[in-house]
């Protein structure tokens, strides 16, 4: 009797805990959901993570500007084949920014590869403000130096056909940005 009073006992916590962690992986879930940007671009839409655990100031200052719409309309003014693209300065030279302060460094262990989310950046770590790019292929040499903040989790294919240049004789733009509901 003692071994069945045991058993029911394990098996109750046993219950709860994977109960817990349902509930758990749920709530994640619907915090991820929360952190999905969606560019669309003229030939469909992009879907990005956005990495709060990685760079939180960084996230907060992108779902800042969505809520601004300031990405709306914006080209892609530096774009190298098998690197990277780089978009959100609204003056469309790569010398401009939003109008909040530069945000401090929050660089981490991710590694850059396909479909990754960094910002740009002057000389300074310091000095990311609203630009951001995406990477074409794998670009380990900027690891550990640039903030990674997210990463393209459906329709690269649609960042791969970004028109290239510096700047592109015709640069593609993100015809709206916005935060998935």
Do not use: W
């Amino acid at each position: 009797m003692r071994y069945l009073t045991s058993l029911g006992v394990f098996l109750a916590l046993l219950v709860a805990l994977v109960g817990h962690g349902v509930s758990a992986q749920a709530a994640d879930h619907a915090d991820h959901k929360e952190s999905i940007m969606l560019v669309e671009l003229k030939t469909g839409t992009v879907k990005i993570a956005l990495r709060e655990d990685l760079a939180p100031g960084h996230v907060e200052r992108i779902k800042t500007l969505i809520s601004e719409k300031f990405y709306d309309g914006i080209v892609f003014h530096r774009v190298i084949d098998g690197f990277m693209a780089q978009t959100g300065d609204p003056t469309g030279t790569g010398m401009g920014g939003s109008d909040y302060p530069d945000l401090r460094a929050e660089f981490s262990s991710e590694p850059f590869r396909r479909g990754t989310l960094g910002m740009a950046r002057s000389q300074h770590p310091d000095s990311a403000n609203s630009q951001f790019f995406i990477c074409f292929d794998d670009a380990s040499f900027l690891n550990g130096q640039y903030t990674v903040f997210g990463e393209v989790v459906e329709g690269m294919e649609h960042v791969d056909a970004i028109a290239k240049g510096e700047p592109p004789a015709t640069p593609d733009k993100m015809i709206s940005v916005r935060l998935e509901d």
